[in-house]
């Protein structure tokens, strides 16, 4: 029997490039010399995409390809599929959840520690060869007097907000609806959630309606005390006015490990000392990578076998395989 044919429209992991060899004849888009062209040869075969963080799956690749059943996507975000266009087509779409969920959460927990302690600047004076002369000085902020808002409590919310509690940290939340599971105090308006904590976390995923969800109405509610912690989408932050208000000290500081136009990070925000920043390493683990490696293989062999994903996204819940 002929191995199924899909498509792998960028780079991934050499770990999952290998598992995706063994189980399939895999097309690599982004290596011929005219994509447009081989895309074209390619489509009639085609019926699952193979996709990294950073590959676009739209609504024009997810035409070109009239027989296509399935985009398994690497990453727990997915804004880079047009997941509602692709349940429109009846093709699910499917991520890579509670494998990263830890060490996300870790990381958030670091960055957190980081810019309220300043950890990251104490470590450049002491390389600058300062302590010698003068003890770093003591920081403004603490935990210890903090309470902390999650915007967006999903599975890595829910483990930042137990990693808060053992540190000792009252915990609120804003989401589009309460969540049954959790005793917090649920903020429906986020503007309010903000003027009654020290500490906003974001856990969002990108896209439309989150766009710029944390603006200058937030972060003026955040006010001078306030700290903003990214760990989800850099776009759900509006960059701009981070940076002004970080230079203003209408807030008092922020850690991010995502940005608006990921790798670029502006100027004017790498130059502020009240900012500690990541170059998106949540979930950036040999470990964590490999697993989620494995979500994107085990979710193509489940189509092939004919079995129901493993992590079907929001849009598109499986109700069985349709044929383009």
Known sequence: MSRPEILMP?????????????????????????????????????????????????????????????????????????????AEKGVIVTNTPDVL??????????????????FSAAERYLRAGKWPSASYPLTKATLRDRVAGIVGLGRIGKAIARRLEAFGVPVVYHNRRPQDDVSYRYYGDLVEMARHVDMLISVLPGGASTDKLI???????????????????????????LIAA??????????????????????QLMALENAVLLPHVGSASEHTRD???????????AWKDGRPPISPVTETPFSGWHKR
């Open 246 to 267: 970080l230079t203003e000290k209408r807030i008092h500081a922020a850690g991010l490990d995502v940005f608006e136009k990921e790798p670029q990070v502006p100027a």
């Open 101 to 118: 969920t830890e060490e996300v959460a870790d990381t958030a927990l670091g960055l957190i520690l980081m810019t309220v302690r300043e």
């Open 10 to 86: 960028g780079r991934m992991s050499d770990s999952v490039e290998r598992a995706l060899d063994a189980q399939f004849t895999v097309h690599r888009l982004h290596l011929r010399d005219d994509p447009a062209a081989a895309l074209q040869a390619l489509a009639p075969h085609i019926r699952a995409v193979a996709a990294g963080g950073h590959a676009k799956v739209d609504a024009a690749l997810i035409d070109a390809l009239p027989h296509l059943e399935i985009v398994a996507n690497f990453g727990v975000g997915y804004d880079n599929v047009d997941a509602r266009y692709a």
């Open 291 to 301: 697993a989620m490696g494995q979500r994107v293989v085990d979710n193509l062999l």
């Open 215 to 241: 603006n200058r109405a937030v972060l003026d509610a955040l006010g001078p005390r306030g700290i903003v912690i990214n760990i989800g989408r850099g776009t759900v932050v509006d960059e701009a006015e």
